[in-house]
């Protein structure tokens, strides 16, 4: 099994290598947190005090900088992939092999962040230069960080997995992957931190996985969470990955006894 899995990832980290110029690119695309930077910033400099609800400019720069480099690690696109699969018949050589598709595609976006993560440091380091920002110095953070990182990863992959697998019973299932954006993007602290939301939309969004998967992470790099946080984040996202898991499997048998692609 180790050697399976060594094999499986370096192949797709060969095959990710080869688009690098195109992961710059769709790193530098993702600046719907660094546009959320400026605006908040100027809101701060111009509200009394310096300050909005307890943050500076300086503050939202880091918080900011850091949702956006906590999004590179949760980028997902398994869901266009398997809509195209589905759609035009290629998911059937798939099938003759004895692997599950989902690791195969769970390698290659592993193999992603290996490949995105020298230049996302140095765009890192660039913002952070330019903006201001300061993250925090307590060094425990940064592991807690990232083991909510990755199980935010495993959980966004999983339930985008079984919305792309809707395509064997709709035209196009990347229209549920764009309302799923939608809720991951504003409960995730995408636009603002959650705590700038209504308390009855925060009392909801805590049972949902989207501020742990985002937010959390980014205000532990921000130092305005504690390991308590963490630990109650990391259970809420273990528990949505156990729920993804088996919503996963029962939508992928479901959709193979209706698969009728020609050679499936």
């Not at 919305?163 to 549920?176: D, M, P, R, V, Y």
Request: charged share 10%; aromatic share 18%.
């Amino acid at each position: 099994m180790i050697r399976k899995t060594r094999v499986l990832f370096a192949t797709r980290f060969a095959e990710m290598a080869e688009y690098r110029a195109e992961v710059i690119i769709w790193m530098l695309s993702g600046t719907i947190s660094l546009v959320m930077m400026l605006v908040w910033m100027a809101q701060a400099a111009a509200a009394p005090g310096g300050q909005i609800r307890g943050y500076d400019g300086s503050e939202f720069a880091t918080y900011f900088l850091s949702v956006w480099l906590v999004g590179q690690l949760l980028v997902v696109w398994v869901g266009w992939e398997l809509d195209f699969m589905i759609r035009q018949g290629t998911l059937s050589p798939k099938l003759l092999r004895p692997l599950d598709p989902m690791w195969v595609e769970y390698a290659a976006h592993v193999a992603e962040r290996f490949v995105r993560i020298g230049p996302m440091l140095v765009l890192l380091v660039i913002f952070s230069f330019l903006s201001g920002a300061s993250f925090t110095r307590d060094l425990w953070a940064y592991p807690v960080a990232l083991g909510l990182c990755i199980l935010g990863f495993t959980c966004r992959f999983l339930y985008e997995y079984a919305l792309g697998l809707l395509a064997f019973w709709t035209e196009s299932s990347t229209a549920f992957s764009e309302v799923a954006w939608l809720l991951y993007a504003a409960l995730g602290g995408l636009f603002a931190p959650l705590t700038f939301y209504p308390q009855w939309v925060q009392n909801i969004a805590v049972w949902t996985p989207f501020p742990y998967m985002l937010g959390l992470p980014a205000q532990l790099l921000a130092g305005k969470a504690t390991l308590a946080q963490a630990g109650f984040g990391a259970l809420i996202l273990f528990g949505w990955v156990v729920v993804f898991w088996f919503a996963r499997l029962l939508v992928w048998r479901l959709g193979l006894k209706k698969y009728g692609a020609v050679g499936a």
